[in-house]
């Protein structure tokens, strides 16, 4: 049995980054809502654990949504993206129910990455969010709210 020398190992596993520089890249989340649609923006870089954090401020996001499928993830401010973070991106479609998640991104690295792993045939992908809300104001409308007299109707059958 081969002995490890952990010498040899010591510069290819070890990260050195200060506290600051590490904050510096930390993924942002900034969630609003725009014409009924949630849109979460993601800022710096979707690597490592980043991607399962943001599945599950999606997924919470969808649960105690008013209109659930209503959902773009902008990845204009987005500079890197690793696997994980891919992977997240393309659960988002089955997180947000009926494939109607859309991912916004117009920056050239970001866009050429997801074209190269094909998200678009998983994951709905336009360059602006204009054009993404009226992609889901086509394919998934708001719910009209039942007007006084639906209700009452709807009550008085029940």
Request: proline fraction near 4%.
């Amino acid at each position: 049995m081969m002995k490890r020398n952990d010498s040899e190992f010591s510069g290819s596993v070890t990260q050195s980054s200060t506290s600051e520089s590490k904050k510096e890249r930390t993924m942002v989340l900034n969630v609003r809502n725009a014409n009924d649609v949630t849109v979460v923006s993601v800022a710096k870089e979707l690597v490592g654990t980043e991607g399962a954090r943001l599945r599950e401020v999606v997924h919470g996001l969808t649960l105690s949504a008013k209109s659930p499928g209503r959902l773009i993830v902008d990845l204009n401010k987005t500079e890197r993206v690793d696997t994980l973070g891919l992977s997240a991106l393309m659960s988002l479609a089955h997180i947000a129910g009926d494939g109607s998640a859309v991912l916004v991104s117009s920056n050239p690295y970001i866009s050429e990455i997801l074209r190269i792993v094909r998200i678009g045939g998983i994951v709905n992908r336009f360059a602006s969010e204009p054009d993404a809300v009226k992609w889901i104001d086509r394919v998934r409308p708001v719910p009209k709210a039942p007007s006084h007299r639906q209700a009452v109707t709807e009550v008085a059958a029940g």
